[in-house]
């Protein structure tokens, strides 16, 4: 074998070794990213087990909470909250609901993905069930009522007096469990 062989064999082993590696991080991304969401409870996602059931409630503070919708793309439903907005004290356990109805003619998995701002709200506001935890199907003409149980830490900075729990729907049906595409 010559040097020039031996070089090449080593560059093929070693981009071999790199699409392996590359491989192997998208295919952990996912499990990943939720692993992190909710351990730190980003993008308000909180292990039921990490709530405080001995958290005191701050009486002299009220937060203003507004809840928004949005659809993604032409996707044909209805979706709103029942209460577009309350008041809540931090560390207060509040239950709302948000409306759906499939106008879309066919059944459906849809998936709702939340937004809380300010940015610095987020981390603070924690939900402990929610729709947007898992993908929602729905048949034709279909109306549901789905709950989001939630909190906001009493550790949030005293300047907040308000913030927006938003949420996009999202055609799922390409991404539903169990669905094996082309």
Known sequence: MNKNTISHKRIVSLLVCCILFMFGLCYMMVPLYKLICKKEGINGRLSVAAV???????????????????????????????????????????????????LTGKEITVQAIPSIT???????????????????????????????????????????KEVVLSYTLFDASAYAKGLHLP
Do not use: W
Not at 58 to 80: C, M, P, Q
Not at 148 to 155: A, C, G, H, Q, R
């Open 52 to 102: 405080d059931e001995g958290m005191e409630i701050d009486y002299s503070r009220t937060i203003k909470v507004d809840f928004t919708t949005t659809l993604h793309g032409d996707l044909k439903f209805a979706f709103v909250p029942l209460q577009p907005r309350i008041t809540i004290h931090p560390g207060e356990r509040k239950l709302i609901y948000f409306r759906a109805e499939n």
């Open 118 to 160: 300010p940015i610095e709200a987020a981390r603070f506001l924690k939900k402990t069930e929610c729709f947007c935890f898992t993908q929602q199907y729905f048949f034709k003409g279909q109306k549901a009522d789905m709950p989001v149980y939630f909190f906001i830490e009493p550790e949030i900075a005293k300047d907040i």
